[in-house]
């Protein structure tokens, strides 16, 4: 994983990540944006097994709603090819891909 990749990773992930265990999923998946789905869909799932909310009347309140929203928007974003990685070809697009058009031919006014 080059210099460019690991800030990417980190830019999307949060500057607590564990260098070794990037490197170590880089490694076995190959794709930035597979490894950077891959540890938001874990992190969510661990969200999701804890309690959503704790309410102690007139102590204290803590919600994780927002947080597992903001998760799932992330998640979403980058499934959607949103922020490209620097280990991806430029606009995105595999190099066996075909890209096809079609035109419309019009006939022209006679004069």
Known sequence: MDVATRAWLISQLGTNTDLTDLEARYTRLGKARAVALEIL???????????????????????????????????ALLEE?????PDE???????????LGSFQLVERRRR
């Open 81 to 85: 090819g949103g922020s490209p990685a």
């Open 89 to 99: 070809p430029a606009g995105g697009s595999d190099d066996d891909t075909v890209l």
């Open 41 to 75: 869909n874990q992190r969510l799932a661990d969200l999701r097994a804890q309690v959503a909310s704790v309410n102690l009347s007139g102590v204290v309140s803590v919600t994780y709603t927002e947080n597992i929203k903001a998760y799932e928007r992330q998640i």
